[in-house]
């Protein structure tokens, strides 16, 4: 008998990837999916093709526990609500005990590299979400994502118009990763049947310095871009006096410290794993977004 599979927060970018990356296999019936959001008119596009759709808030526990009723397989997409400390968190605890009363078989999670020595001020979330996972007994799959290729667009259009980028990270590498292969290899591990309980960390196949990165920008751009290295002080500064919200300023220079400091120094075949697929190179992600680093 089919397994019945739920994603969370299906209406993001995540979501609907893995929804279509779900579709695409031809190996899960429509039916069989149910896609979740606060606003289901959103997913109107999923149900014309017969994937269930169901309201949940994740800051309201009888609407999870209800949207989860006969899903085996759960996918728990982190929300992005940063600007309350602590409220990610308890959103998250309220999914996974709704999971657990809804009694599913499995539950799969969308966590951050080396929650437990990042520097980042969410990690802390994610690390207490996949404790209170393991805590339920049930099997699970935690799906530890690597920096997304689109999180460059947060930095990279300013730095290339202005000819700068003020970095913090150093020397410090990352392997990027697309967040379309993020998706084939989460939908491939929601759709997998899989029993055991198993961490992955999914990343790009290239480390890469922001010197590299710099370097292969203005080769795809054609537009030189000097690295400008300062301090986390420093950044902070200059992400102030460009408009940026306070709560917002630490999260983004923890970034660089982050890179800096090596958490996030590794390079796994986990994505591919999962996938089967080949991933996407910085290089080839850089040209497909040409137009839009360029404005």
């Known amino acids: 008998m089919s397994e019945t ?41 999923y149900a014309a093709k017969g994937v269930q759709t169901r309201a949940a808030n994740f800051d309201d526990a009888a609407s999870l526990e209800a949207a989860f009723t006969g899903a085996d397989r759960i996918l728990i997409i982190s929300t992005d609500a940063l600007d309350e400390p602590g409220k990610r968190l308890r959103q998250h605890l309220t999914a996974v ?29 994610h690390l207490g979400t996949e404790n209170a996972i393991k805590a339920t007994g049930i099997a699970y799959t935690i799906l530890r994502n690597g920096w997304y290729m689109e999180n460059l667009f947060l930095a990279l259009p300013h730095a290339i118009a202005d000819g700068k980028w003020y970095s913090a990270s150093g020397k410090g590498q990352l392997a990027h990763i697309a967040r379309a292969d993020i998706a084939k290899a989460t939908a491939a591990a929601l759709a997998s049947g899989s029993t055991e309980s198993v961490t992955y960390t999914l990343t790009g196949d290239t480390k890469h310095t922001v010197d590299d990165i710099a370097a292969i920008v203005s080769t795809v751009t ?11 002080e420093q950044l902070a500064g200059g992400l102030k006096a460009a408009g940026l919200p306070d709560f917002f300023i630490p999260v983004i220079v923890s970034f660089d410290t982050n890179t800096r400091e090596g958490h996030i120094d ?18 080839d992600f850089l040209e497909a977004s040409k137009s839009a680093l360029l404005g």
């Open 97 to 125: 005990a709704a999971a657990q009363k809804a009694g599913a078989k499995h539950i799969l999670y969308t966590s951050m590299p080396n929650p437990e020595t990042s520097v980042i001020p969410f990690a802390p979330d």
């Open 266 to 283: 590794l390079v796994t075949g986990d994505a591919t794993k999962l996938s089967g697929a080949k991933l996407t190179t910085l290089k």
């Open 222 to 232: 054609g537009k030189p871009l000097e690295v400008v290295d300062v301090t986390d």
């Open 5 to 45: 599979l739920l994603v969370t927060g299906a209406t993001g970018k995540l979501g609907r990837l893995v929804l279509d990356e779900l579709l695409a296999s031809g190996k899960v019936s429509p039916a069989d999916i149910i896609a979740t959001s606060r606003d289901t008119e959103k997913l109107a596009d």
